[in-house]
């Protein structure tokens, strides 16, 4: 995301953001991360993760940070955990569900970026 202002963060594409898309994942990372540490669910509101319409400067840089502090805990937990099948489907359909995302905020770029 570096290069992407709030501005373009915030415009909104399909009637959703780019700042939404990332705040998303970041929020879905944390619950991953949560399982990984628990070994369960938290208990997620899942519509307000795409709550986001527009932010400032402040606010992006924040959204960003949240979401490079989710990766680097998913990634420390993926070289420390003691790995069952539970634990390996819920990183794999994290993956698979980031993925997604990643591909969106790709197409979601092109438009903005016009």
Do not use: F
Request: aromatic share 8%; hydrophobic share 40%.
């Amino acid at each position: 995301m570096e290069g992407v202002s709030c501005e373009e963060a915030s415009k909104s594409v399909h009637e959703t953001t780019l700042a939404a898309h990332i705040d998303h994942i970041s929020y879905h990372m944390w619950g991953t991360n949560e399982i990984l540490k628990r070994g369960k669910q938290p208990e997620m509101n899942w519509g307000k993760s795409w709550d986001i319409q527009s932010v400032d400067e402040q606010q992006w840089n924040l959204i960003q940070e949240e979401l490079q502090n989710e990766y680097a805990t998913l990634l420390e937990l993926i070289d420390t955990i003691e790995w069952n099948e539970l634990l390996a489907n819920e990183v794999l359909s994290s993956l698979a569900h980031s993925v997604y995302h990643l591909g969106a905020i790709r197409q979601m770029l092109k438009g903005i970026k016009v």
